[in-house]
Nanobody
Framework: QVQLVESGGGLVQAGGSLRLSCAAS????????MGWYRQPPGKQRELVAA???????IYTDSVKDRFTISRDNRRNTLYLQMSSLKAEDTAVYYC?????????WGQGTQVTVSS
């Protein structure tokens, strides 16, 4: 079993910054995919950014040059530094880990950007 705990969400004005963290614990071993997803109100969940098992990074177009994903392998922690936030970034942000054939999700953290 893997447990994921997200933190760092909150209310911020447009143009501001936030850093999300996702701490993973449990049966973590080897290389694995870690990513941030978000679900805006009334919309489907979407991929925001991810670090692949090979160490590469993926960003959705709308956050490129504004968000930076990073990973601390020793602490099994994933970060998402979000800058130049926009109202359309408002969503619940979820952390996801894929180990083998299993997907694990965190409980989500709310990010609200006021315009």
């Amino acid at each position: 079993q893997v447990q994921l705990v997200e933190s760092g969400g909150g209310l911020v004005q447009a143009g501001g910054s936030l850093r999300l963290s996702c701490a993973a614990s449990g049966s973590i071993f080897g290389r694995y995919f870690m990513g941030w997803y978000r679900q805006p109100p009334g919309k489907q969940r979407e991929l925001v950014a991810a670090v692949t098992s090979g160490g590469g990074t993926i960003y959705t177009d709308s956050v490129k040059d504004r968000f930076t994903i990073s990973r601390d392998n020793r602490r099994n922690t994933l970060y998402l530094q979000m800058s130049s936030l926009k109202a359309e970034d408002t969503a619940v942000y979820y952390c996801k880990v894929v180990i083998g054939v299993y997907d694990y999700w965190g409980q989500g953290t709310q990010v609200t950007v006021s315009s």
